[in-house]
């Protein structure tokens, strides 16, 4: 996998008394210019993980890209342990005191993934320094949050990518979400054009991914990467797909391209750098944003990530500008999230929500709050992670909640002790989280717990060893940024860890799948076979759509995964010349946006830095459709 460049030197500033803004970096305005060729990345970025042929006597043998195991592992039967029965709970509703069940024997520890430099890109490879204290509040409606931050320890950050989001239309009554995530979460279709879901699962059993005559691609056009300042790496995550625009986020903007062709249909100028975009949107095509309003400098490198906006993706406009406030001051958000007509942000001071169409506010946090809403997980359902506690005694409460009122449905208490907890899907709801620090490669992930929505009572939980499984989580700000997975067919479909392959030098992978009700895995596998490496991207109805990351001189596939058989089918297959093999291989399914329907493969970046060689050609996006 590629290598993303160093973090800007210095960390954003903290915000208005309200902990550290989760900020993305200072942006500056680039062009997007006429197609040109892909390029060679430059020096740093390791290209396929796949190396050439064996090098001449003499010289070292390649050795695999920077984030690959270093000391492979044979192939293991079925990649899990086993499994362990669902613990009691006492029942559900909003609790007031701790209770016990969720976890039990685990001991409390911290997450284990500080927040590095980046304006706001949470890393997971170093140890948390907890900031003891307690939480101010009380009440449910959204509360005061206390965020760690920590100074980075490390010269290179793993930056985990921004939200990707891919959609169409989701059917169903009223306006349901009706995206998925491509970089890991999960989505549904229906039977209309394109392809919906989000990180709520699979919201109809009709595939509606064509399977091709032809499924070698061309390259549709490009997207230079936006010119940034001197040592400075700026964020631009989001990209958003519908029936009518390919959206991307820019340089404090966000811009609308004809989907085959490439042109510009609309540009939205913002006032500063986007921070997040949600994961999903309705099925109007309407989604929201989190953006600071205004541009860093070096006097103040950020003003925090205090806007949220609503976006027609369609029409190409911003509906309206709202700020959740807690006292005199506006919230610094850390993230943002869509289900139904709601729009949702959470942060370390709490959270609120308002109507996508009106802008209506419909709840914020109160003064009085002892717990807060940390962040939400959108789509078919909207579930809240609810904080409560001072770290060495955090309590987690996994809620689905009212879109429109913000009342609790259900609530989940996980064990005292676990502080951070990523929303995976939100119906079926999975979450999955770090117990005990024993997930050791900062992926954020020891276990997942599928929870019943209705009763908040817990289903099962799945331990996943991090050894064995390549999943990764970003719990700590982002709540639903999750990588390497998907959910649908009432099942959790996760990528393996990356081992030997059958030739020399070879690595592959496998995709399997967890039952969510008894948390055994299936038997189904898929192979990405010698020399590739498989990852989910989401749901086609029952099944599921994974991206296969080729060898040093083949292109990419994208790949369609019966849910019952298993059978693979190769919906596209990209090119295998130098210059756009090499444009491919710095778009990663761990750091990149990765969105595909109906024969057409979008990968884009979420940062533009200019640590980078200024000889070799950087793009924005890349577009892929069929020859």
């Known amino acids: 996998m590629t290598q993303p460049p160093p973090p800007p030197p210095n960390q954003p500033p903290q915000q208005g008394g309200f902990g550290p803004p989760q ?97 706001g890109y949470p890393q997971q490879t170093m140890p948390m320094h907890p900031q003891p204290g307690q939480l101010p509040g009380g009440g449910r409606k959204f509360n005061a949050q206390l965020t760690i931050i920590v100074a980075a320890v490390a010269a290179i950050a793993l930056i985990i990518g921004g939200g990707v989001w891919y ?32 990180t709520g699962g699979t919201t109809s059993t009709k595939p509606v991914e064509k399977v091709p005559a032809n499924p070698a691609s061309r390259v549709l056009f490009q997207v230079p990467a936006p010119e940034v300042g001197k040592s400075s790496t700026i964020s631009v995550t989001g990209s958003w797909l519908t029936d009518k ?6 340089v404090a903007e966000i811009v609308g391209f004809d989907p ?22 309705t099925e109007d095509h309407l989604t929201a944003i989190t953006y600071q309003p205004a541009m860093p400098t070096k006097a103040e490198p950020s003003h925090g990530c205090s806007q949220v906006a ?88 996994i809620q689905t909640i009212d879109p429109q009122s913000g009342k609790v449905i259900s609530d989940y208490k996980m064990a005292t002790g676990i502080k951070y907890a990523s929303v995976v899907s939100t119906d079926p709801l999975v979450v999955a989280a770090d117990v005990g620090e024993s997930a050791k490669d900062g992926s954020g992930i020891s276990d997942f717990f599928s929870i019943d929505n209705k009763t908040g009572k817990l289903r099962i939980r799945i331990p996943a060893p991090s050894d064995k499984y390549a999943a990764r989580c970003d719990g700590i700000t982002k709540i639903e940024e999750c990588h390497q997975l998907a959910v649908g067919n009432d099942r959790l479909y996760v990528a393996t860890e990356e081992h030997d392959g059958g030739g020399d030098y070879s690595q592959t992978n496998e995709i399997v799948a967890f039952d969510l009700a008894t948390g055994k ?15 989910p991207l989401r749901m086609d109805g029952t099944n599921l759509i994974a991206y296969k990351r080729p060898p040093y001189d083949k292109g990419g596939q994208i790949v369609s995964i019966d849910g019952g058989s298993f059978k693979m089918t190769k919906l596209l297959e990209n090119p295998s010349t130098e210059s756009v093999r090499d444009a491919e291989s710095r778009m990663t399914p761990d750091y990149s946006e990765i969105l595909y329907s109906q024969g057409h493969l979008y990968m884009s970046d979420v940062f533009a830095s200019s640590l980078t060689s200024t000889n070799d050609k950087e793009y924005l996006a890349i577009a892929f459709g069929a020859s």
């Open 260 to 281: 085959d062709e490439g042109t510009k249909l609309w540009t939205i100028k913002l006032p500063g750098p986007v921070c997040q975009g949600s994961n999903h949107m």
């Open 245 to 250: 625009v390919y959206a991307k986020s820019g």
């Open 310 to 397: 609503a976006i027609d993706l369609d029409a190409g406009k911003k509906l309206w500008t709202k700020t959740v406030d807690r006292g005199d001051q506006p919230i610094s958000l850390d993230n943002v999230t869509v289900s139904a007509n709601t729009v949702a942000v959470g942060s370390s001071s709490g959270g609120g929500a308002f109507d996508i169409t009106s802008g209506k506010q419909l709840w914020a946090p109160k003064p009085s709050d002892t717990c807060y809403d940390a962040g939400f997980g959108g789509g078919p359902k909207l579930v809240a992670v609810r904080k409560c506690g001072a770290y060495d005694a955090r309590e987690l409460h």
């Open 521 to 535: 895995l299936t038997g189904q596998r898929a192979d990405a076979g010698d020399d590739y490496t498989i990852s």
């Open 167 to 198: 959609a169409s239309s989701s059917g169903g009554d009223g306006k349901k979400d009706d995206t998925a995530s491509s970089s890991g979460g999960t989505g549904g279709t229906d039977d209309k054009k394109g392809t919906g879901g989000g």
């Open 23 to 119: 900020d993305q970096p200072p942006q500056q305005q680039g062009g997007f210019g006429a197609p040109e060729a892909p390029q060679t990345p430059p020096p740093g970025q390791q290209s396929p993980q796949t190396p050439p042929p064996p090098a001449p006597p003499g010289q070292q043998p390649p050795q695999p890209g920077y984030g690959y195991p270093q000391a492979p592992q044979p192939p293991q039967p079925g990649y899990g342990y086993p499994q362990q029965p669902p613990q009691p709970q006492p029942g559900y509703g909003y609790p007031q005191q701790p209770s016990g069940y969720g976890y039990p024997g685990q001991q409390p520890g911290p997450y284990g993934q500080p927040p590095q430099p980046g304006y």
